[in-house]
């Protein structure tokens, strides 16, 4: 079974719809890898938003900006996949999804992230590369990284 990829704006989503994206993120982020942060910090709005659905399931989801809303270039950020549905390949999904759509909507090839570091090789397999030191992010050791 496959996800199925949406991508909308902060004013397309539904009501329940941002509860369950915003519970998966919770879940992820704070729960699992035990991260005290701010997410609710007044970014979604200016967002685009690529949710990934399975039977009904908000299972995956990113948010992308254009370049100056967060960092100088387009970028993708409050990567997520459910726990239980990571071991099918959802990331890689996600992330292409993620690039197509700014690449359709921002115009552009140019992505920056900033990336948890053991995720390094994951992303380098969607062709980003390090730029700069490890630093640390909310307690997390992070590494930027770009796409062009």
Known sequence: MSVNFRVKQF?????????????LRAEVFVVEQDCV???IDNKDQKALHVIGYKNDQIVA??????GGDY????SIGRVVVS???RQFGYGHDLIKASIEAIEKHFK???????????????YESHGFSQIGE????DGIPHIAMVRR
């Open 11 to 23: 004013e397309e989503i539904e009501a329940l719809e941002l509860y369950k994206i915003l519970r």
């Open 37 to 39: 942060y701010q997410d």
């Open 61 to 66: 989801y990113t948010r992308l900006f254009k």
């Open 71 to 74: 960092f100088e270039n387009a």
């Open 83 to 85: 726990q239980k549905e």
């Open 108 to 122: 552009t090839t140019e992505i920056k992230i900033s990336a948890q570091t053991y995720l390094k090789k994951f």
């Open 134 to 137: 490890e630093y640390l992010e």
